[in-house]
C-alpha cells in the first residue's frame, strides 16, 4: 500500500477537495482525510501512480506538492537535518560574507556549490579564506541580526521529539551556528565545521577535516547505529548537492525548496510546504503538532 500526501503553503491554503476527489477517484484511491484543512490531506493507495511525476509537475503550478511513498512505517524515529537554507532561512557564511564586503562573490560560490558545481570542500576553504581578519564578535551580530529559523521547525522536533525521536543537526556550516540554532530548536546534537580564530579574529581557515557530503552519511550510519535503529527509520532533509548522499540513504529523504539539480534525484520533493510538511508526509494532521 501507498499514501499519497497533498500539501501546501500553509500561509496560503489553496487545497482545494474538488482537486482532492478528482485525484483520488482517477488513481482509484480510498477515503481521502483532511491532515489541515485547506493545507495538507491523504489518501491511500494500491499501487505506484504511473503518471506520477506528470501529475506532480503539474500541480506544482498550482502551489501544491504531492508526495507518494510506501505507507508502512511512515512515522520516523529519526529526524537528520541540515542547517543552512533548510532549518534557517540563510547560508550562515553569505551573512559573515556581508559584514566582510564580499557578499556577492561568496554568495556565488554558495549557489554553485550548493548547486554541485564546485568541489564541496574547495568551495568552503576559498569562501572562508575571504573571512580572514573579520572580528570574532560578528558572529554573535550576524546570529542575532541575520538568521532566522525556517518555518514549521518548532512544530517539527517538538512533534517528533514528543514521540520519542532523535534529532540531529548536520550541518556543512560552522559550529558556532550550529549550537545556536540546536539549542533553539531541540536537536539532541549537532555537528558541524569549526571557524578558526586567533587574537579575536577569523584566521581564514576552518578546522580539518572539513565536514561535507560524506560526513554527513556517516553521521547518519554513526547515530543510527549507536540508537539500534535502522536508516530506514530516519527522515533527512536537506537542500543541497553535500546533501544527496544522506537523502538517497535516509528511509524519507526530504529536498526541501532544494536546487533542481538536488530536488531532480529524490523522491520526496516540497517546494511550496514549510518544516510542517515533514510532519505531514509522516501522517500527522495539525491537531497533534506540538511546539
Excluded at 549507536?226 to 548522499?245: F, H, K, M, Q, T
Aim: charged share 25%.
Amino acid at each position: 500500500m501507498y499514501t499519497a500526501t497533498l500539501l501546501c503553503n500553509p500561509d496560503n491554503p489553496v487545497l482545494e477537495s474538488a482537486l482532492i476527489e478528482s485525484l483520488r477517484n482517477a488513481w482509484g484511491g480510498d477515503e481521502a482525510v483532511w491532515l489541515a484543512l485547506g493545507a495538507a490531506a491523504e489518501f491511500p493507495l494500491k499501487q505506484m501512480p504511473a503518471n506520477r511525476w506528470d501529475v506532480w509537475a503539474d500541480l506544482q503550478g498550482m502551489g501544491v506538492d504531492l508526495v507518494i511513498q510506501p505507507s508502512a512505517e511512515r512515522k520516523k524515529k529519526m529526524l537528520l537535518a541540515d542547517m543552512d537554507s533548510t532549518m534557517i532561512q540563510q547560508e550562515c557564511i553569505d551573512e559573515l560574507a556581508e559584514e566582510a564586503g564580499v557578499g556577492a562573490r561568496v554568495k556565488d560560490i554558495t549557489a554553485r556549490a550548493m548547486n554541485g558545481e564546485l568541489d564541496f570542500e574547495g568551495a568552503l576553504t576559498e569562501r572562508v579564506g575571504l573571512l580572514k581578519g573579520l572580528p570574532e564578535t560578528v558572529i554573535t551580530k550576524v546570529l542575532e541580526e541575520r538568521i532566522t529559523l525556517m518555518p514549521g521547525g518548532q512544530q517539527l522536533l517538538a512533534t517528533m521529539k514528543a514521540d520519542g525521536a532523535y534529532a540531529a543537526l548536520v550541518s556543512g556550516g560552522f559550529t558556532a551556528f550550529t549550537a545556536r540554532v540546536a539549542a533553539q530548536l531541540g536537536f539532541d546534537e549537532n555537528r558541524a565545521n569549526t571557524l578558526l580564530t586567533e587574537d579575536g579574529k577569523l584566521t581564514g581557515e576552518a578546522g580539518r577535516p572539513i565536514l561535507g557530503r560524506e560526513a554527513k552519511v556517516e553521521a547518519l550510519e554513526q547515530i543510527s547505529a549507536r540508537l539500534g535503529i535502522s536508516e530506514a527509520d530516519v527522515i533527512a532533509v536537506g537542500d543541497g548537492a553535500n546533501d544527496l548522499g544522506m537523502l538517497k540513504r535516509a528511509g524519507a529523504g526530504v529536498a526541501l525548496h532544494a536546487k533542481p539539480s538536488v530536488a531532480a534525484e529524490c523522491e520526496i520533493r516540497i517546494n511550496h510546504g514549510d518544516l510542517t510538511a515533514l510532519l505531514y508526509i509522516q501522517g500527522y494532521a495539525q491537531d497533534e503538532f506540538k511546539g
